[in-house]
């Protein structure tokens, strides 16, 4: 498996999009081939997404599809590049219990 961060700060916008049209992120996640998990996270306006796939193609395709959909769904000046780590997961965990929103 691999896994993606991307932190986004001073992502007021992104957040308020995100929420706004959540089940359009949603089909846009879910739809990578090879997909495991997305986690998005809220502090104040710095926002941190966390993705695993099973390779890393699902990845770098989610990686891609994040960036253009920033940039058609925000205007170029709301939303700096986010800080990415992509690698190789070394540990996965999970208890198995629902996501809460």
Request: glycine residues 6%; aromatic residues 6%.
């Amino acid at each position: 498996m691999f896994a993606v961060t991307r932190r986004y700060t001073g992502a007021s916008a992104l957040i308020a999009a995100i929420e706004q049209r959540r089940s359009e992120v949603e089909r846009l996640v879910t739809t990578v081939p090879g997909f495991v998990s997305y986690y998005a996270i809220r502090s104040g306006d710095t926002l941190t997404s966390v993705t695993v796939c099973e390779d890393l193609a699902g990845v770098n395709e989610l990686t891609r599809r994040s960036a253009e959909w920033v940039r058609e769904n925000l205007p170029e000046s709301a939303v700096e590049p986010p800080v990415s780590t992509i690698g190789d997961v070394l540990i996965a965990l999970s208890a198995g219990v629902g996501v809460a929103r």
